[in-house]
């Protein structure tokens, strides 16, 4: 058990619509990061978040948005969904935001659109 | 920018045998290297990591990586394999900041 917890661990919903994920970094992780890992993309950075602030952006689609609230939990929230964005989306947080750090990883949301 | 290659998707081992597998990147700036592995339906979880110092870097489950700078590589090792190691492993350098960029990962398959 890594201490990183994200929900829901399973959605499924039609095309059009928006969903949220949430993700609760560790106990004491400042810092969040989204991933996305599908079959023809792989596993891919989308955001990272750092004390409520943006640090970096990846390959998110502006579909896509997310954020940090004040108590470090993270949502992302994923709209106007197309089947495309059908997959495993993992949270993980690390302790600051320097490149060295580990980032411990949730159990993901696997999301299907249909 | 980070890029990371990772030869082969799909690596079969013998229980108890030798397991090899290999990662090159490349960087334009010093990386920082780290081995995951994802077990079936699980999240990733950290084997080992480089971040500066002695460059044979050891991890848990009795795996151990190499930085070796000349060759740009960090090839992940285990001298025996063990029927629990079949997952998927993936390497994935950082760089000037800290998002992982993951190679397509590998597959490892251990026969009895």
Same mark, same amino acid.
């Given at each position: 058990d890594s201490g990183v917890t994200q929900t829901p661990k399973h959605l499924i919903t039609a095309t059009g619509q928006r969903v949220t994920l949430r993700c609760s970094p560790r106990s004491g992780d400042l810092s969040v990061y989204w991933y996305q890992q599908s079959l023809d993309q792989g596993l891919q950075f989308l955001i990272q978040y750092y004390n409520g602030e943006e640090r970096a952006k990846g390959?998110?689609?502006?579909?896509f948005s997310a954020q940090q609230f004040p108590d470090l939990h993270s949502e992302l929230n994923l709209s106007s969904?197309?089947?495309?964005?059908?997959a495993l989306y993992f949270c993980a947080s690390s302790r600051?935001?320097?490149?060295q750090e580990t980032q411990y990883f949730g159990p993901g949301t696997r999301l299907l659109v249909l | 920018a980070q890029s990371v290659t990772q030869l082969g998707s799909h690596v079969s081992v013998s229980e108890g045998a030798l397991v090899l597998l290999r990662c090159n990147y490349s960087s334009s700036v010093p990386p920082y290297l780290f081995w995951y592995v994802q077990y079936p339906n699980q999240g990733l979880q950290l084997l080992l990591k480089y971040t =500066?110092?002695? =460059?044979?870097v050891k991890g848990i489950n009795g795996f151990e990586a190499e930085f070796k700078k000349s060759e740009t590589s960090f090839h992940l090792t285990k001298p025996s394999a063990h029927m629990s190691d079949a997952a998927e492993y993936f390497c994935a350098p950082t760089g000037a900041n800290s998002k992982l960029t993951f190679g397509k990962g590998i597959t490892l398959s251990v026969r009895p």
């Open positions: 390959n998110i689609l502006e579909r969904l197309e089947l495309g964005d059908s600051t935001s320097g490149p | =500066t110092g002695a =460059t044979l």
